[in-house]
């Protein structure tokens, strides 16, 4: 009897724990302590790196649905624009008091992505990208603290030279991720090659096209699917004294013929846009903290790139 009893407690244990670990998907009957549960906690302090992040990310499956259902779904625009066949698995959580700081790896096709998310009380509160792996030649490390500083390391070079970034961040009681430290032994000269996400994008609408500030500001305004709607991605860099770099991505709204807004769901983050027929002028109302350093902000004025034409070809008789 013994033996039997046994087998059928070992039993009960096996289906507890296929029931802990079920995946969440469709967001019907899902609530913010199942989404929590998904999540094991974390010790600090926890590091994450280009070589690991796929064995530190838990076997669940959360489904698009059931992740913007708690986190709004702009978290991904900078990362994968308006892709939604997104693998997410939770990597863990970590809990200081009223806050939760969660963990999650976001895969595509071509990009995984750590993403790190705030809640205050079961509500959310930040964001951030703690660790981008695209195949590219770039080490990347990231790892919190007992004192849950963030410290995200990059790494490049050639076997001559070894370039290297440090950024420390904090999460802070307005809630907002801060830059407290930068070091880089990057020439200050340097420029960041990038691609415009929105490249493909149509630009059909009066004041879509591309916009430029210098050699390290960017602005790429593209239709959105109504008039009167836009979207948009501005990168800049400034290699003053205080060096300060940002980046966002989002959709604006136009408010009158030349004017338009951009508002962040779930941050404070407001931009406004403020058109003529060779420029842009944008300007920060409301604190985009999570999109740029501490000592600059998205206030600037960007002059439109002349279209390339291409000349027809001539044919020959």
Request: aromatic share 12%.
């Amino acid at each position: 009897m013994n033996k039997y009893l046994f087998v059928f407690l070992i039993g009960l244990v096996t289906v507890g724990a296929c029931k802990q670990k079920k995946n969440l998907e469709g967001n019907e009957g899902v609530a913010i302590v199942d989404f929590m549960e998904a999540y094991p906690k974390l010790k600090l302090p926890f590091s994450v790196s280009d070589t690991n992040y796929k064995q530190r990310a838990d076997t669940t499956t959360i489904s698009y649905e059931v992740f913007t259902k708690f986190i709004p779904d702009t978290v991904f625009n900078s990362s994968f624009g308006n892709e939604k066949k997104l693998q997410i698995n939770p990597i863990g959580k970590i809990i200081e008091g009223s806050e939760k700081y969660l963990t999650t790896l976001v895969s595509s096709k071509n990009k995984s992505v750590v993403f790190l998310d705030v809640f205050k009380k079961d509500t959310f509160s930040a964001h951030m990208p703690l660790l981008v792996s695209n195949n590219d030649k770039v080490i990347n490390t990231a790892s919190i603290d007992n004192k849950l500083s963030i410290v995200l390391n990059k790494e490049w070079g050639d076997e001559t030279e070894t370039m290297y970034e440090r950024i420390i961040l904090a999460y802070n009681n307005v809630g907002m991720f801060t830059t407290i430290l930068t070091e880089t032994n990057k020439p200050a000269s340097e420029s960041v090659a990038f691609i415009n996400p929105l490249d493909t994008f149509p630009k059909l609408f009066k004041f879509s096209g591309d916009y430029s500030k210098g050699k390290n500001g960017f602005l790429s305004i593209r239709d959105a699917g109504k008039t009167g709607s836009y979207k948009f991605f501005v990168r800049f860099k400034n290699d003053n004294e205080e060096a300060c770099e940002g980046e966002i991505r989002g959709e604006l709204q136009m408010s009158s013929e030349t004017s338009g807004a951009f508002t962040g769901n779930g941050d404070p983050c407001s931009i406004g846009f403020t058109f003529s027929s060779s420029q842009v002028k944008i300007k920060e109302n409301g604190s985009c903290g999570n999109y740029r350093g501490i000592k600059c902000f998205f206030n600037d004025t960007f002059i439109k790139k002349k279209e390339t034409k291409t000349a027809p070809r001539k044919t020959q008789d």
